[in-house]
Every structure is written in structure tokens, then in C-alpha cells.
């Protein structure tokens, strides 16, 4: 399957600390892109890497890929209690015209 | 710019009753998804649209589901009739090419009793 898989699948966290969740695929991709669900909300995007980048920043968001290890992590600095939602890595295969969703990573940030 | 609009936000049928949902993209974009979302699950691609065609329905349960886009702008799915694990969040999203960001909309429960 060519879905992404998020780890951890929970994460609970500080205030003012860092959050790193990782994705893991399997298949060769054009990008991997990040999304965020806050609760009973759609999905907003976040961030996208194309296969040819290694790293991205966004504010606090910073994205690394690793294509030889078909991985991805997103680094969230400085959590604020907003953060506190859903993140899902989605892949777009080399082949395919959409995106793969992973099953993501629930992340609690406690005030 | 407008967002994604779905309609309703929540529903709530009996099985084997019919459903309709609507979408209404961001205005331009070609690409047009339905997601099905399982609680605890990430999404799942139901069919994608590109203008009035359909690219993929691989996942669409076809012998219940429908979709369609006409003049390639809004969308309707359709169950017909449902089960009770088509409890689930429907999801829409438009982007401007395959691939590219998408832009959700902010779905429909739909609970199955």
C-alpha cells in the first residue's frame, strides 16, 4: 500500500515544548505533504515537500524528507494548546494523481 | 477567496435509507475529491473528479455509491441504500492540479442507526 503511516499514534506534550511525528511510506513519491484536523473539523493544510527537497520551514513548522529511508518527520517548536488536533502525512505517488492519507498522529498540548 | 462548502454538516438516517451530499468547490479548481473518513481513521479517497470526469473510483462502493460532477463545478454523493458502517465523516476537497494542496471542506457526519 502506498499509505503513509504516522508515528506515534498519540503524543501529549507541555506547553512550550517541541512535537516530532514521523511518516513512514512505502512507494516512490512526487511530495509528501502535511495536514492538520482539528477535532470534528476537515482537514487543513500545513505544509508540502517535493521528493528533490530535504527540508522546509513554515513559521514554527519545520518538515524534513528522507527519500532513501522513505521517511518524513514534522517538527511543531514552541506547542501552544492550539496545536492540539490530528496530523496526517499524505503521499503522492509517482504513478497515481492523488494523495494517500496516513492514519495520523493525535497530538495533546497541555496548557 | 471562498473555502470548500459542503451541505448538511450533519445527517442522521436509518439503514437502508438514501442520502445526499453536496459540494461546492473552491471556484477554479479543477480536481475535485470525496473522502471518506472512519472515526479514528485518516481519510480515504471515495472517487476524484477532474472537471466533469472521474478520475479514480476504485474505492467507491459502487454497487450503494454514486457521484457525480455536472458542469464540472459542484458535486453530489450518494448512498443508496445505507449501511451502518457508512458512519463516517464525508469529506470534499478541490485543488488546482492532481497532487497539489488540497482544500477541504469541513465535512458531513453522516451516522448510520
Known amino acids: 500500500s502506498q499509505q503513509g503511516e504516522e508515528d506515534p499514534q498519540a503524543l501529549s506534550i507541555q506547553e512550550g515544548e517541541n512535537a516530532t511525528m514521523n511518516c513512514s511510506y512505502k512507494t516512490s513519491i512526487n511530495n509528501l505533504q502535511w495536514y492538520r484536523q482539528n477535532s470534528g473539523r476537515g482537514l487543513v493544510h500545513l505544509i508540502l515537500i517535493r521528493s528533490n527537497e530535504r527540508e522546509k520551514h513554515s513559521g514554527r513548522l519545520r518538515v524534513t524528507l528522507d527519500t532513501s529511508k522513505k521517511s518524513s518527520s514534522l517538527l511543531i517548536t514552541a506547542s501552544r494548546a492550539a496545536d492540539t488536533a490530528s496530523y496526517f502525512c499524505a503521499t503522492a505517488g509517482t504513478g497515481a494523481n492523488n494523495l494517500f492519507f496516513g492514519t495520523g498522529t493525535r497530538l495533546t498540548v497541555i496548557p | 477567496e471562498a473555502g470548500v462548502a459542503q451541505s448538511p454538516r450533519y445527517k442522521i438516517i436509518e439503514k437502508r435509507q438514501s442520502v445526499a451530499f453536496w459540494c461546492n468547490p473552491i471556484?477554479?479548481?479543477?480536481?475535485l475529491y470525496w473522502y471518506q473518513q472512519i472515526l479514528g481513521q485518516g481519510p480515504k479517497l471515495l472517487i476524484q473528479?477532474?472537471?466533469?470526469?472521474?478520475?479514480?473510483d476504485s474505492q467507491l462502493p459502487k454497487d450503494r455509491f454514486s457521484a457525480e460532477r455536472l458542469k464540472g463545478v459542484d458535486s453530489t454523493l450518494k448512498i443508496q441504500p445505507a449501511k451502518l458502517e457508512d458512519s463516517a465523516v464525508y469529506l470534499c476537497?478541490?485543488?488546482?492540479?492532481?497532487?497539489?494542496?488540497?482544500?477541504f471542506g469541513p465535512g458531513t457526519r453522516l451516522l448510520v442507526l
Open positions: 473528479f477532474q472537471n466533469n470526469g472521474v478520475v479514480d
Open positions: 476537497a478541490s485543488s488546482s492540479l492532481p497532487k497539489e494542496t488540497q482544500y
Open positions: 471556484s477554479g479548481h479543477a480536481t
